[in-house]
């Protein structure tokens, strides 16, 4: 059927739809650090924010029925975050053999890295050579055309998968110290990027970080994101002075799956 209205004038009824009746948000422009983070540990209802007498307090909402819940100042929140934040912070003497062990792993990996890409390349240059030869084969009637069409195959294969491994040798490569020195970033400077950082920046830092924030009484609680709840267990324990590199690095990055050789799986 031919159109009734023109592309112009249904895009423009489209947007006064889109607007229509949609009600400001109460809370729009206040620009709350904690708002939509945290939840009641007793109720699991959400825990809002309130401004009086120039102070915000948080508490819950109370929807599913009131159990006593305490009103508590965001100061006190940010003390108990910055607490923690103060506990992932590594000592300067770790970070040092950290950092000396990873320049162990790397060179290491170096000379694996080597070796495997030496031994693919040449792998990829003798499946290149039988695959002209096969058709040479081919043009001079040794093989039927068959026997061409299966062996053709067989190399088109083996050239994708030599490819995929280089392909994933380079990925390791790419993502060793991005990994390492990342985390290691993040653990040391979280505490002074949270204290010196705006509003927006803080609550990144804490998704980043943790998961699962809730309000028990005067208490935070929290879920410490993987792999720096190993950090942060390494550091309540006090087993840094039994740190020696290697295996605890493979036990933050092997057990969490965060890439670090990413060669094994070639």
């Known amino acids: 059927y031919p159109p009734l209205i023109t592309k112009l004038q249904f895009d423009e009824v489209q947007q006064i739809k889109s607007g229509f009746k949609k009600k400001p948000f109460k809370y729009a422009g206040l620009n709350y650090m904690y708002r939509g983070l945290l939840r009641c540990a007793t109720c699991s209802c959400a825990i809002t924010p309130e401004k009086h007498k120039g102070y915000v307090y948080y508490h819950c909402t109370q929807y599913n029925g009131k159990h006593g819940a305490k009103w508590l100042r965001e100061e006190e929140i940010t003390t108990q975050i910055n607490n923690l934040l103060e506990r992932l912070k590594l000592p300067d003497k770790i970070v040092q053999r950290i950092n000396d062990a990873l320049n162990e792993l790397h060179n290491h990996k170096v000379e694996f890295q080597t070796k495997v890409f030496d031994e693919l390349t040449k792998e990829h240059k003798m499946v290149t050579k039988m695959t002209d030869n096969l058709y040479l084969d081919k043009l001079k009637g040794r093989i039927t055309e068959e026997q061409y069409d299966r062996l053709y195959e067989s190399f088109k294969e083996q050239i994708e998968t030599i490819n995929l491994k280089l392909a994933r040798l380079q990925e390791a490569e790419d993502n060793y110290y991005l990994t390492s020195k990342y985390i290691l970033g993040i653990v040391n400077k979280a505490h002074d990027l949270f204290k010196s950082s705006e509003v927006e920046e803080k609550r990144q830092i804490l998704k980043l970080l943790l998961s699962n924030l809730r309000i028990d009484g005067e208490n935070v609680l929290y879920d410490v994101q993987k792999p720096y709840n190993v950090i942060l267990d390494y550091s309540d324990r ?29």
Not at 242 to 260: D, E, I, N, S, T
């Open 238 to 266: 006090h087993l840094w002075r039994a740190f020696k590199g290697p295996p605890f690095l493979l036990l933050l990055y092997a057990k969490y799956r965060v890439k670090m050789v990413g060669t094994h799986n070639l």
